[in-house]
Each structure stands twice: as structure tokens, then as C-alpha cells.
């Protein structure tokens, strides 16, 4: 039986649009810590950001992440010294399981022109200059999206830390305290991480530190944030830690390959850039990786991507009013970091 994607893309971004003429566009990253929203002036560059609170449905509900979203985007556009009816397209790339609820609040609050996409689809956009290519991100969770030559989409991973999120920072630091373990109790080979994980966590030992991860209990961003010492490790040679991130990237590189099966991408070159926290890493898991996809892919091309979600989705608002020609991520890069730094 043949499956559709889990996640498509709007009618408004996969047709070719007229151009408007639009000068202004809008654009949201919105997840589970915080929201950004971004609104561009395509004539004179100037790009104005406003920080909300966090907008992942899963995480604080559905009214508290409309509110949320609504309230950064309207920050971005006050600051702009503009109207609402002015902008000529607002895409909002919001995490979570499902964006369909805040999608229909969205519309009921704004107009037709403001689109709700999952935050995956931003990041792709992000990686790739909203082309095809793929979108591998590892934070704290991990997923992969990609667009083909043709326009079909295909999503792999994203099933939360229980059931997937192969490859993030969570997977990393939770069998990395898995590993400790195992040389604890003598069932695993000796490995640095034993000290490691008892002294990040300031408990006395690693027995203890299995203690501490059910009775406090640790959250996901605690756990994760473990895979930084990981990644020390292996750079240091840590036969165990450079194991966890060789199968981190087999796990990854599995679903990087099967989007780039369901896409379309595997007979052309094409990006797959690399999002999130996780490939700080560096080398320890870029080049694993790299090898990865690459022995499936010959012509794909790896990097690590610099530029912030919000990118993606002001990239996708240009193209929803027919002004893709009038942005190009190189430079939509170089602005949003500006912005960002001024407004700390």
C-alpha cells in the first residue's frame, strides 16, 4: 500500500505564485523554549525580530501556543512600523506533533495569507534555500524532511524520545549513561563516560546517577545536554562514546536515505544540511554521518547549517507572494544574524 508523506506541503508553496509586488514579508520559528518572529522589508532589507514564549502545542497547549505566536508576530510587525494588511504572505514553521489545531486558530485570527507549517518543513527551507534537497535535524530530538526535484515531500523520525529521536543529543546522552553502566556492572566495555556522567551531574557515582535519572526524574533537555561531554570524549578517543556516535549516525543516515528514496533525489546533487545542536559535535559526527548518506548518495553534498530557522520561513513567505526572486538565503543569513545581535 502505498503511504503519503507525514507532512506535505501547502497548495501556496509548491505552485508557482505571480508576484505581487509585495514589500513585506513575515515569518515564525516557534518551539518548545521560545518563538521568533521576523518581519522582512524586501525593498530596503531591514529586518525587525520579536521573541515570544514558547509554541510548541505538545508542550503548553493549543491556546497558549496561538497566543504565543500571535503575540511575537505582532511584536515583529509593530516594530516594523507597519500594518498587518501590508504584509504580502506570513509563514509560521510552529514544532510540534501536529500544527493542524494552530493552524485553524491562525485563520480565524489573521487572514488566508498567513500560513501554519510544521517547524520541519521551516527547517528545510532553511537547508536548502526552499529547493530540493534534505533537512537532517538533531537537537534535542531528531527528524528529517526533504522536497525532490518534482516537489514530493517525505518526512523520517520525529516520533519523540520514546518511540524514535535517533541520533539527537537525547539519544546521545541517554546511551551514554546506558554505557556507563554496562562498565559498571561489567557487561560493557571500560569507557570514560562512567566518571564522566556522575561528575556533569553532581552525584557521587554512576550507581547513583541511575537513581537521580528516575526519582528526580531528568528531562529531556537535562539528558541531552549530557552529549557535549560525549562528544568531548570521543574527540579524545574514547572507544564508546566514538561507538554512540558512529551508530547515532547510522541511525540518522538510515532515515536521511529513505527521504532521499521517497523524494526523488538519489539520481541529482543536492544539499542535505545539517540542523541542530547535536552536530556541534563536529567531526565525531559529521563525517560518520557524511559516509553514511553518502555510500547511498554519491552526488549529496553535507554541511552544517548556520542560518536560524526563521530563515526557512521568511524564505517560504517570498515564495507564497511570488517574491522568491527577491531573497536569497546567502544574504537573508547575514541579516538575521545582524538583527538578532541588536536585539539582545
Avoid at 537532517?136 to 524520545?161: K, M, Q
Avoid at 547510522?250 to 546533487?269: H, M, N, P
Wanted: net charge negative; hydrophobic share 50%.
Amino acid at each position: 500500500m502505498t503511504q503519503a508523506s507525514l507532512v506535505q506541503l501547502p497548495d501556496a508553496l509548491t505552485r508557482v505564485q505571480a508576484d505581487t509586488g509585495a514589500r513585506y514579508v513575515l515569518g515564525v520559528d516557534g518551539g518548545a523554549t521560545k518563538t521568533l518572529a521576523a518581519v522582512l522589508d524586501l525593498q530596503s532589507r531591514a529586518l525587525h525580530v520579536a521573541l515570544g514564549g514558547p509554541s510548541n502545542e505538545d508542550a503548553v497547549g493549543t491556546n497558549a501556543a496561538v497566543h504565543a505566536v500571535l503575540a511575537a508576530a505582532d511584536g515583529a510587525i509593530e516594530r516594523a512600523g507597519i500594518a498587518t494588511e501590508e504584509l504580502g504572505a506570513a509563514v509560521l514553521a510552529i514544532a510540534g506533533t501536529d500544527t493542524g489545531a494552530i493552524a485553524k486558530h491562525v485563520r480565524l485570527a489573521r487572514t488566508a495569507d498567513w500560513i501554519v507549517i510544521n517547524d520541519v518543513v521551516g527547517a528545510w527551507a532553511t537547508a536548502t534555500g526552499a529547493g530540493p534537497g534534505v533537512a537532517a535535524i538533531s537537537g534535542t530530538g531528531s527528524n528529517v524532511f526533504g522536497v525532490g526535484p518534482d516537489g514530493r515531500a517525505w518526512r523520517a523520525g520525529g516520533w519523540g524520545h520514546l518511540l524514535g529521536d535517533e541520533g539527537s543529543g537525547y539519544w546521545i546522552g541517554i546511551e551514554s549513561i546506558k554505557a556507563a553502566l554496562r562498565d559498571r556492572d561489567a557487561s560493557g566495555p571500560p569507557t570514560a563516560l562512567t566518571d564522566a556522567a556522575p561528575a556533569f551531574y553532581d552525584v557521587s557515582s554512576i550507581e547513583a546517577l541511575a537513581v537521580h535519572v528516575y526519582a528526580k526524574p531528568l528531562t529531556k533537555a537535562e539528558i541531552a545536554a549530557f552529549a557535549i561531554e560525549t562528544a568531548r570524549l570521543a574527540e579524545s578517543g574514547d572507544v564508546v562514546a566514538c561507538e554512540l556516535y558512529r551508530r547515532g549516525a547510522s541511525e540518522l543516515g538510515r532515515q536521511i536515505a529513505a527521504v532521499i528514496d521517497r523524494t526523488g533525489l538519489r539520481a541529482s546533487s543536492f544539499p542535505v544540511g545539517l540542523i541542530g545542536s547535536a552536530f556541534k559535535a563536529g567531526a565525531v559526527f559529521v563525517e560518520p554521518l557524511e559516509r553514511v548518506v553518502r555510500e547511498h548518495a554519491p552526488a549529496a553534498s553535507l554541511s552544517v547549517v548556520d542560518m536560524p530557522p526563521v530563515g526557512g520561513s521568511l524564505l517560504l513567505a517570498a515564495r507564497a507572494c511570488g517574491r522568491a526572486e527577491a531573497l536569497r538565503a546567502a544574504e537573508l543569513a547575514g541579516l538575521i544574524d545582524s538583527a538578532l545581535a541588536e536585539a539582545v
